[in-house]
């Protein structure tokens, strides 16, 4: 089987490769098993040094790896260059703060000593999606790591080039060998591998049409899986909002990396007092947005990863459209090579349109108008997804108290939603289960172990056992 990668702004092949068939995936598995051992007992310390390492290898190939990702799937350079930093900074604050996040806790219960340890459980495997290529694999790979996991991952095959060098990274920073490992393969293989003795648990992020499917694999296995699904974030712009300011951040929170991110602001409810000020605000910054080769770095939008997110980010507006939308700039695809379409902003948008049910991966913008706040967080609400939502308002304890009350995993009061290592990532409903980042993610694929201790000569105990 032949997987090509695609330049999205020309159309041209960077590459061929040619995939990994179930034999060799599964031999790198059992490899990865053997590995476990050893980087389980090399201890955190040792384990730390590795990821100090990996971090001054990011860094010095940062625009190797930036550029990378532009080629294959369409991200503007000067964001693409951000995304290896910040990896980079996640690998050092792991390496900084992993020891005191596993460190184990005394609990005080009726026997001498009560511990809660944190293990790693074995080798675990990613399914990654193309649009943050390195971002998404390393801020599960990091954590896994540090924890004493190791780790495969089956990258997108839209971005193979970026899979291979991220696994080479980890060459280049010294860790031994099987450690870190990327596949190549198809879908059935992948099915295989889940179901295999060597894997112990598998992390997804992607469609929910996907992760459902990896999600039931792992099921049936009997094995651990933490699914990030997508979202359908609202950016909710009160009364009292600063418009300006909210509006100037709607732009970046819809339209980074081409529109094309989980966390991007996908629906825009906006209370009718401050309505006709922010669309004018919006609109007036979303014209201001230079499309073009993303290898430029005066370039704001690139373009999407290929050809069929285009078809269906067109056919959500269409649809938009003929049920009564307004197109206030932007619909349509943009001719010649590539897979380019239009910054787009649509009002008079209703509930019963796929832009405000499904998640809309592309430069589009629907905004819907309400009366209030608590209309607003009804509108909020009516999602099957719920990984992010944003809310705008001067009052600091009010954008807390509506916070509270949106369905969602994460909720950013006067700033757009983003993926921050310190803080827990991950979202509810449809948008997945588990979390990623911070000291929870970092014990997702842990065994929680308990280890109790009573003294030697203490009577028998005649309770219940369980």
Known sequence: MAIQSVNPATGEINRE?????????????????????????LGIEGRENHLRALAKVLDKNKKEYARLMTIEMGKPIRQAIAEIEKCAVTANLYANNADKWLRDEEVSADGRRHLVTFEPLGTILCVMPWNFPFWQALRFAIPSLILGNTVILRHSNAVPMCALAIEKAFKEAGFPRDVFRTVITDHKTVESLIGSKYIDGVSVTGGLGIGSLVGKIAGKNVKKSVLELGGNDAFIVLDDA????????????????????????KRFIVVKDVAERFVEKFAEEVRKLKVGDPLDESVDIGPLANMQQVDTVASQVDDAVRKGAKVLI??????????????????????????????VFGPAAPIIIVKNEAEAIKVANNSDLGLGASIWTRDEERGQRVARQIEAGMVFVNAIVKSDARMPFGGIKKSGIGRELSHYGLREFANVKTINVYSASSTVDKSASE
């Open 17 to 41: 490769f040619e995939a990994f068939d179930k034999k060799a995936v599964i031999e790198i598995a059992k490899s990865s098993k053997v590995a476990f051992r050893d980087w389980k007992g």
């Open 242 to 265: 600063d418009v300006d300011f909210a509006a100037r951040h709607a732009v970046v929170g819809r339209m980074q990396n081409n529109g094309q991110s989980c966390i991007a602001a």
């Open 330 to 359: 932007g619909g349509k695809r943009i001719g010649g090579k590539g897979a380019f379409y239009e910054p787009t902003l649509l009002t008079d948008v209703k509930k019963n349109m796929r832009v405000m049910k499904e998640e």
